[in-house]
């Protein structure tokens, strides 16, 4: 009963919720921000604070081994479940109401369906496995699904809304959200004050054009002077000297002002050349300003006379826009624009450099525009004592103080229903501006009764998590999900799609039998998972036979375990297990950002829809924006250079290194360390030709100076860490 023992022991410890709570957080698309598009800072991106109490939600779910139709149910319909829902029924409404939203994205009428798409698609595919979402347009080209079925169910979450749900008591909630208040009034008012001394520095250094411009000749001409020197010989500001003279080589790609200039610094012109041209482009600045401020004020009097609202609603939540017109005030009035070349010249030096990048999320700044202490250095003692006032005088969230406001309360992003149910109508080929008839409230037609009636409980959404744990189709694809995330491919190798177009199971039977012993033992999903690894099946060696790979070469029929390389919290974690430096005490609470001083299991880290982690996308890591019914594993050259040059890769390498050769240590020599290594990273000893090569690389490779890691010198021990760290071996499941 050895392996029993070992399989009990680790379905009741609870790492084990950590690691298959991760796999469902796949389907549910979880992330702790969002992609915005109007997002009133510029960011870029929404923060999601109350997503982690869902994902610890999950977690805790799989190490209670809740039943499953419950577990679908509280994340359908957590809130409808009972009159007084507890807090663990609500957690789970965060499948719904921290996925992605486009509220701000598209205008209010496409927002709202594209929302109801994300929904219908995440709830389909990751509970029945079906591509509902393909009924958006037109009945399901192959599965047996109408597009009626499909707005039927859009009428469901058309009638929930967002909602969050708060688990501290009420006062603790104003006294955050006081603080927080506080907090923004100063960031505004920073803002406002940075704002317009940018404005007062920019005009200033725009009438210093001309004698900027003639000491960028002295370092890009004949002179050929150190930036340094130029600055020093003209009392100019060096660092706004070396952007000029970065500015001046751009390639005329957005404006051709620049031609002349670098046509001149070519030909190796004169310093009477370059003063001609600087103070010819030194009016077109000064006229430039002059002509934008002119535009700025015929704009105003465009909008204050069509009554446009200057200031969005603060703090918008998901669905508050319902016209054009609250969603993007003024965007229908015809305003007045420089012309093009003359427009990007101005937002080169005025605001932000063009092309900076999409993933920047402000932008690298104009030539004129300093940010930070940048700005601040740059203004008088007076202008330097009040801005730093203002950021000194309150706690801030954006202004770099070291003060902050306390730590927001747990809450979950959740779903509620609507006051009044609202059935929509058929979008006529997906136009949301085109409608048809009203689609009432309803299950799948394929799934449900002959007789099946629409729904009539509030949004439908309870009666919806009913008939789908109900469906026999539901059972089969979690079953199946289980199942894949075991072995790596599915008995149907398409979790997200079990129907025309997706991959056949290759043991009907066998799913059938697992499907019904799942629903016999209570869905838990710790019973079936149990009957997995007590089988022959999964304790197969990963050996594979001639005859095996000659009668079945992808291996369906499980005659070896297929090797499996690690995924990225797998590698992560496991690096950070071997080097003694895992921590296993912190478990839950808000995400933390990846980096060197992050020892935490990867499954707590920061998942951004905005911009994934570098190591989570280079191993792989699913786009949190979309249900993901599978990891992909790629062979790609950045996840070799992670091991040859990361800093999280060298810090655990000279800890794994420390453990078998601690300094101060004596006694063991090279031979026995690197046993100890191999016994620690791969659970063997290490061949004999293993064992010299070893040796002859501990031997062989000289100590280095320190890189990346606080510039401690890499011994020949913490190098070859590294490359144990990085075989195949390591990184794959065997």
């Known amino acids: 009963d050895a392996f029993a023992k070992v399989v009990d022991r680790l379905l009741a410890s609870p ?73 663990e029924d609500l957690k789970g409404t965060g499948f719904l109401g921290g996925a992605p939203w486009i509220w701000d994205q598209a205008e209010p009428v496409q927002g709202r369906a594209d929302e109801r798409n994300e929904r219908i698609d995440a709830v389909s595919r990751g509970f029945l496995g079906l591509t509902v979402a393909c009924a958006r347009c037109h009945d399901h080209k192959y599965d047996p699904i109408l597009s009626k079925d499909y707005y039927s169910l859009g009428s469901v979450f058309a009638s929930s809304t967002y909602k969050e749900y708060n688990f501290v008591p009420a006062e603790q909630v104003e006294f955050w959200r006081e ?97 001609y041209l600087a103070d010819s482009f030194q009016q077109r600045v000064l006229d430039l300003e002059i002509a934008e401020k002119k535009i700025e004020v015929e704009n105003d009097k465009i909008i204050a006379k069509a009554g446009v609202p200057t200031e969005r609603k603060k703090d918008a939540k998901p669905n508050e826009f319902d016209t054009y017109d609250e969603f993007c005030p003024g965007c229908r009035l015809e305003l007045k624009v420089l012309p093009t070349q003359d427009a990007n010249l101005y937002e080169d030096i005025f605001v932000r450099a063009l092309g900076s990048g999409v993933f920047d999320e402000r932008g690298q700044p104009g030539l004129f525009v300093f ?40 809450f979950v992003h959740g779903m509620a229903d609507k006051p009044q149910p609202v059935d ?30 629409p729904y009539t409980q509030g949004s439908g959404r309870l009666q919806l998590a009913d008939d789908i744990v109900a469906s026999p189709l539901a059972t ?63 304790q197969q060696s990963s050996m594979e036979s001639a005859q095996a790979h000659t009668v079945d070469p992808q291996n369906r029929y499980y005659s070896h375990f297929t090797l499996q390389r690690l995924d990225a919290e797998q590698l992560r974690d496991s690096m950070l ?24 299991r990867t499954v707590y880290a920061k998942v951004s829809r905005f911009r ?8 792989d890591f699913p786009n949190p924006t979309f249900t993901a019914e599978q990891r992909f594993s790629t062979n790609v050259p950045v996840q070799r250079l992670f091991f040859m040059n990361n800093a999280f890769v060298y810090a655990q390498a000279g800890k794994v290194a420390d453990r078998v050769y601690p300094a101060g240590g004596s006694g063991n020599n090279d031979a026995a360390r690197i046993t100890d290594a191999y016994q620690l990273l791969y659970g063997r000893a290490p061949t004999p030709a293993e064992l010299q090569a070893g040796i002859e690389f501990l031997k062989n490779t000289p100590e280095k100076p320190g890189y990346l890691v606080d510039q401690e010198p890499l011994t020949a021990w913490k190098q070859y860490a590294r490359v144990l760290f990085s075989s195949n071996e390591f990184e794959y499941l065997n």
């Open 15 to 87: 790492r084990y919720g950590e690691r298959w709570g991760r796999h469902w957080l796949d389907v549910a698309r979880y992330g702790d921000d969002d992609i915005r598009g109007l997002d009133p800072r510029g960011r870029g991106y929404m923060p999601l604070d109350g997503a982690w109490v869902y994902r610890d939600w999950v977690i805790k779910q799989f190490n209670d081994d809740v039943p499953y139709d419950k577990f679908v149910k509280m994340q359908l319909a957590g809130d409808l479940m009972s009159k007084n829902p507890t807090p």
């Open 179 to 275: 603080k927080y208040q506080k907090a923004n009034d100063t960031d505004d008012a920073v803002e406002e004050y940075t704002k317009t001394e940018t404005e007062q520095l920019s005009k200033a250094l725009a009438a210093q054009t001309s004698t900027y411009m003639v000491a960028a000749w002295k370092v890009a001409g004949k002179p050929k002077m150190k930036v340094e020197e130029a600055a020093d010989a003209a009392q100019l500001d060096p660092e706004l000297l070396q952007r000029w003279v970065a500015f001046l080589a751009k390639k005329p790609r957005f404006y051709p002002y620049f031609k002349d200039w670098q046509a001149m610094i070519a030909q190796g012109g004169t310093e009477d050349q370059a003063k």
């Open 371 to 410: 940010r930070g202490w940048e700005l601040t250095r740059r203004l008088g003692p007076a202008e330097q004592a009040y801005l730093n006032s203002l950021r000194g005088g309150a706690p801030t969230r954006r202004s770099g103080s070291p003060q902050a406001i306390p730590a927001i309360y747990p």
């Open 424 to 453: 929509i109508k058929i979008n006529v080929r997906g136009n949301p501006h085109t409608l048809g008839d009203v689609a009432p409230r309803a299950f799948l037609t394929v799934l449900g009764p002959s007789d099946k009636k």
């Open 476 to 538: 089969r694809v979690i079953v199946n999900r289980i199942w894949k995330w075991h072995f790596g491919t599915g008995i149907v190798n398409t979790p997200d799609n079990f129907g025309k177009v997706g991959d056949p199971p290759s043991d009907p039977a066998l799913l059938e039998y697992m499907s019904v012993q799942f629903c016999k033992d209570g869905m838990s999903i710790k019973k079936l998972q149990r009957e997995i690894m007590l089988s022959a099946v999964y």
């Open 577 to 600: 297990f071997v080097a003694g430096d895992l921590d296993l005490k912190e478990a839950g609470g808000p995400a933390t950002p990846l980096g060197l001083d992050n020892d935490r």
């Open 612 to 619: 994934i982690d570098p190591f989570l996308q280079a191993f």
